[in-house]
């Protein structure tokens, strides 16, 4: 060092004295004057929260007015002639408080605002595209927290928070064998990171989960196959004469035939079923229909030997509530049912079982649910209701 500077660096500086009087002076001043920033009694808590360094949390929407120094900081810290990293860095840390608030919507905009800066430094971005993969993750819009962490792998392949990041979308996408994925390449990195670990037997146990629940369901799917497939062939073998929505429609045999096997799910609208015991005889839902008082009956299971008087009488043992002049007696009662092609009816002799019915060169299964029209024989509506139809005597 210079000797002239090592002078100039020990010289002491002048102290200039002030005299009483003008001491006295500037304090009377203040006696004198109130200051104009002070903060009143009343309000000085609220007044207190807008210095921005005490402030618990920033407003949403800066006012110039209403908080000029929280205005100022933001206009120094936002100033766009700093560089695209400063600027980044800022938008980072600002995301990052957001975060911290879980004001995860407000992190997202500012990582996104930092990104856009497009700065050079890589590391940075990676570390925003992280952040902002977190932040949608606990938005839980999964995918586009994927996309986030894909994207800042490819600036850093080795980066473990997106890699652990990635690996808990694909678990909530339930893509398994994607997170187990994501899992091993983390754990090339760190082979003892403890959350990689847990992840990856978390969502090994539910691929494997996964793979045995679709092997039963197509296990359980080509058994209910096999069962359709023999109940058609049994309908079939008994000449039963069956219309599907595909053959209402005019579609070929093959989506005729698909249709069927779709109407012999559990889900058909009846609720019920057709079925098969173990000699191989069948059982349908049969519904009755009642048009005088447009009530119905639902036979969930009609064997195909039982005779109609049978239910009849096991139905009308009692009155029914809406019969209120008690006549639907299972003698008084006709059963009909209508070809809808001609749209003549065949009166059913009681004594008849189903399948002799079904056989019926004119009957037609829709749906897979026999249906049938019921109505007492002797009254003025049965006459009104066949007047000008029709109707043929089942043999």
Same mark, same amino acid.
């Given at each position: 060092?210079?000797?002239?500077?090592?002078?100039?660096?020990?010289?002491?500086?002048?102290?200039?004295?002030?005299?009483?009087?003008?001491?006295?002076?500037?304090? $009377?001043?203040?006696?004198?004057?109130?200051?104009?920033?002070?903060?009143?009694?009343?309000?000085?808590?609220?007044?207190?929260?807008?210095?921005?360094?005490?402030?618990?949390?920033?407003?949403? *929407?800066?006012?110039?007015?209403?908080?000029?120094?929280?205005?100022?900081?933001?206009?120094?810290?936002?100033?766009?002639?700093?560089?695209?990293?400063?600027?980044?860095?800022?938008?980072?840390? $600002?995301?990052?408080?957001?975060?911290?608030?879980? *004001?995860?919507?407000?992190?997202?905009?500012?990582?996104?605002?930092?990104?856009?800066?497009?700065?050079?430094?890589?590391?940075?971005?990676?570390?925003?595209?992280?952040?902002?993969?977190?932040?949608?993750?606990?938005?839980?819009?999964?995918?586009?927290?994927?996309?986030?962490?894909?994207?800042?792998?490819?600036?850093?392949?080795?980066?473990?928070?997106?890699?652990?990041?990635?690996?808990?979308?694909?678990?909530?996408?339930?893509?398994?064998?994607?997170?187990?994925?994501?899992?091993?390449?983390?754990?090339?990195?760190?082979?003892? $990171?403890?959350?990689?670990?847990?992840?990856?037997?978390?969502?090994?146990?539910?691929?494997?989960?996964?793979?045995?629940?679709?092997?039963?369901?197509?296990?359980?799917?080509?058994?209910?196959?096999?069962?359709?497939?023999?109940?058609?062939?049994?309908?079939?073998?008994?000449?039963?004469?069956?219309?599907?929505?595909?053959?209402?429609?005019?579609?070929?045999?093959?989506?005729?035939?698909?249709?069927?096997?779709? $109407?012999?799910?559990?889900?058909?609208?009846?609720?019920?079923?057709?079925?098969?015991?173990?000699?191989?005889?069948?059982?349908?839902?049969?519904?009755?229909?009642?048009?005088?008082?447009?009530?119905?009956?639902?036979?969930?299971?009609?064997? *195909?030997?039982?005779?109609?008087?049978?239910?009849?009488?096991?139905?009308?043992?009692?009155?029914?509530?809406?019969?209120? *002049?008690?006549?639907?007696?299972?003698?008084?009662?006709?059963?009909?049912?209508?070809?809808?092609?001609?749209?003549?009816?065949?009166?059913?002799?009681?004594?008849?079982?189903?399948?002799?019915?079904?056989?019926?060169?004119?009957?037609?299964?829709?749906?897979?649910?026999?249906?049938?029209?019921?109505?007492?024989?002797?009254?003025?509506?049965?006459?009104?209701?066949?007047?000008?139809?029709?109707?043929?005597?089942?043999?």
């Amino acid at each position: 060092m210079w000797p002239e500077s090592r002078a100039a660096m020990m010289k002491i500086p002048e102290v200039q004295v002030v005299s009483e009087d003008a001491l006295d002076s500037f304090l $009377e001043k203040f006696r004198s004057q109130s200051y104009r920033g002070r903060f009143h009694e009343e309000q000085w808590e609220e007044e207190f929260e807008k210095i921005p360094l005490f402030m618990k949390k920033t407003p949403s *929407e800066i006012d110039l007015n209403e908080n000029p120094d929280l205005a100022c900081l933001q206009s120094i810290l936002f100033d766009e002639e700093r560089s695209p990293e400063e600027q980044a860095r800022t938008y980072k840390d $600002e995301g990052n408080d957001y975060f911290k608030e879980r *004001e995860y919507k407000k992190a997202v905009v500012s990582y996104t605002e930092g990104l856009k800066k497009k700065c050079a430094d890589s590391d940075l971005n990676v570390v925003l595209f992280t952040n902002r993969a977190a932040a949608q993750y606990y938005l839980g819009n999964f995918r586009s927290a994927l996309n986030d962490v894909t994207a800042a792998r490819k600036l850093n392949p080795c980066h473990l928070k997106a890699i652990i990041r990635g690996a808990l979308c694909h678990l909530e996408l339930k893509n398994f064998a994607e997170a187990v994925s994501w899992c091993d390449k983390g754990l090339q990195i760190d082979a003892k $990171e403890k959350k990689l670990l847990e992840l990856r037997a978390k969502a090994d146990k539910l691929k494997r989960t996964e793979h045995r629940d679709i092997r039963k369901a197509k296990l359980k799917e080509k058994k209910a196959r096999n069962q359709n497939e023999a109940l058609l062939q049994a309908i079939k073998a008994r000449n039963i004469q069956l219309v599907s929505e595909a053959a209402a429609a005019g579609e070929d045999e093959d989506s005729a035939s698909g249709e069927l096997l779709n $109407e012999l799910s559990p889900d058909n609208p009846c609720g019920s079923r057709l079925s098969m015991d173990s000699r191989g005889r069948l059982s349908w839902p049969v519904l009755f229909l009642y048009p005088e008082y447009a009530q119905s009956d639902l036979i969930s299971a009609f064997h *195909e030997d039982s005779r109609f008087i049978d239910h009849l009488m096991v139905m009308f043992a009692e009155m029914p509530s809406w019969d209120s *002049e008690h006549k639907y007696c299972p003698d008084n009662l006709k059963v009909f049912f209508e070809d809808e092609e001609s749209m003549e009816l065949y009166q059913v002799p009681p004594k008849r079982t189903l399948l002799q019915v079904l056989q019926h060169p004119r009957y037609f299964v829709k749906a897979l649910t026999p249906t049938f029209f019921v109505c007492v024989g002797y009254s003025s509506f049965c006459r009104n209701y066949l007047q000008g139809r029709k109707v043929h005597q089942v043999k």
